[in-house]
């Protein structure tokens, strides 16, 4: 881990910003120079929170590592989701939510500050990192459906 | 531009050579090339060397090794397309009389790493910058695949049949049976909706192309190589289905056809099928033949040295086609390249 750079990027990664193109209003993860959908100039560009809420596009998870099997231990859940005008955000799915991360697509999600996930000593500081969530509606929805197909939530 | 003639390919096929060092390996692929060679410029493709060996300047290794020391040494990375970035800077060079033989090597040295490790040499073609949400190269490639699926109101089959048709050339080389895509799908699960099977392996190797521009009869030409980049942030493209960097790369490489031969170096499966969109989005028509020997998937793929591959298999074919177009795309469409290559007296 790069503590330089991590601790560089740590107030705007908590924030939740990014960059935004003021004629377009698309959203920047790094300085660019041009907007990367107009090609507007974003030298003046300032940083701005990104939508709160969002809805699921698309999971997957981290990959297996045949070598080990290391497939459960380390799954890590990713959904895509759009943010309203049609730009898309891959973040991490919080934890509590990964068994459900393939029912959540289409259902609307939020941005939230959750643990990092992997292994910390005694002495290292507790790292937080955004994440996808499902709201408390999306998952009072999940429920029921399940409740009704009579599955297992 | 001077006429630049492919001379002579050697390589060493993919696999875990664990008694060989990256020296070693770059050794035994460029020493048959040199004898009563006058090299005039080495360009390297040595992606690996930096993350893997912990070695900077690979390009002075591969002098050092080989006892050159000619008028221009230079490295190139590209990430896993290295291979068309020092290529590029070849044919640039010949083709304007700076330089009439370049020796261009490719080679990794990856069994050294475990396979996570090998992932993450992938997930280091991402921005890092961009890449504060800590998303793999494999986790990535599946939110494509799922996107294309959704996009294209295909499946998951749609994919497989790459990966499929690619072992299905390959095995027709070694005379083995090779999986249907059904049973492809059937494969061990590393980011929905990929299989491991839609990942090339990653191996050690090395190749080495010797171009020329004095004139010989019969032999294969690069007629032109082309490139093209795009926003490294896969998701804040325009389209990120688009492959835009391969358009860019294929539009710069043909003189308004695309070769009926097309060979495509990726590292999943869903980078091929969107590089093949790419290309028919420029050609308006379909190639009639795509990877000869099944390209990454059969043979396996050596980190950034895939075009020079592509070359041998070029080489080494006995197909009728006049010319070939050889694309390699980086990470997941960031940068390509592509050469067209054509047979000299057809």
């Known amino acids: 881990m790069n503590v330089v750079a991590a601790w560089r990027n740590r107030a705007r990664a908590l924030r939740g910003e990014f960059g935004q193109c003021q004629a377009c209003r698309r959203y920047a993860s790094v300085r660019r120079t041009r907007c990367a959908r107009c090609g507007h100039t974003m030298t003046e560009s300032k940083t701005v929170p990104l939508p709160q809420r969002m809805r699921a596009a698309g999971y997957s998870h981290r990959h297996t590592v045949v070598e080990v099997m290391d497939q459960s231990a380390a799954e890590a859940p990713f959904m895509l989701a759009d943010g309203g005008d049609g730009q898309l955000f891959a973040f991490p799915l919080c934890e509590s939510d990964a068994r459900s991360g393939p029912l959540l697509v289409g259902e609307e999600l939020e941005l939230v500050l959750r643990r990092s996930e992997g292994e910390l000593s005694p002495t290292e500081a507790i790292a937080y990192r955004r994440k996808l969530a499902a709201t408390q509606s999306t998952r009072a929805k999940l429920k029921s459906q399940t409740k009704a197909e009579g599955r297992k939530p | ?346």
């Not at chain 2, 299905?168 to 492809?184: F, H, K, N, Q, V």
């Not at chain 2, 490294?232 to 835009?244: H, I, K, N, Q, T």
């Open chain 2, 1 to 346: 531009m001077r006429s630049v003639a492919v001379a002579g390919v050697h390589a060493l096929p993919p696999d875990q050579y664990w008694s060989l060092s990256l020296g070693d390996l770059i050794l035994a692929a460029a020493t048959p090339l040199l004898s009563g060679q006058d090299i005039d410029a080495l360009f390297c493709a040595l992606p690996s060397a930096a993350p893997v060996q912990n070695q900077a300047d690979g390009a002075a290794i591969a002098a050092d090794r080989l006892g050159l020391s000619p008028k221009i040494v230079q490295g190139a990375d590209a990430g896993d397309a290295s291979a068309g970035a020092a290529l590029q800077l070849a044919w640039q060079f010949l083709g304007s009389g700076a330089v009439e033989t370049a020796l261009v090597i490719g080679a990794a040295k990856t069994s050294d790493l475990g396979e996570h490790d090998r992932q993450v040499l992938l997930d280091r073609l991402l921005d890092q910058e961009a890449d504060e949400n800590a998303l793999s190269y494999a986790a990535q490639a599946g939110l494509l695949a799922g996107q294309y699926c959704q996009a294209r109101t295909g499946n998951a089959e749609r994919l497989a049949s790459v990966t499929s048709s690619n072992l299905s050339a390959w095995s027709g080389e070694c005379g083995r049976a090779a999986p249907s895509s059904a049973e492809l799908r059937r494969d061990l699960v590393v980011a929905p909706p990929l299989v491991r099977s839609d990942f090339p392996q990653l191996l050690d190797g090395a190749c080495a192309v010797l171009l020329t521009t004095k004139s010989a009869r019969d032999c294969w030409t690069i007629e032109s190589v082309g490139a093209g980049s795009d926003t490294v942030s896969l998701w804040e493209r325009r389209d990120p289905l688009a492959f835009v960097a391969v358009e860019k790369a294929v539009t710069g490489a043909i003189d308004g056809t695309i070769p009926a031969w097309v060979e495509i170096d990726c590292g999943v499966s869903i980078a091929q099928r969107l590089t093949e969109d790419a290309i028919l989005r420029v050609a308006k028509t379909k190639p009639d033949l795509v990877n000869i020997r099944g390209g990454s998937h059969g043979r396996g793929r050596v980190f950034g040295s895939s075009l020079l591959y592509q070359f041998g298999d070029i080489i080494d074919s006995r197909a009728s086609f006049p010319s070939v177009l050889a694309v390699t795309v980086a990470g997941l469409g960031s940068r390509a390249f592509a050469a067209r290559l054509g047979k000299s007296g057809t």
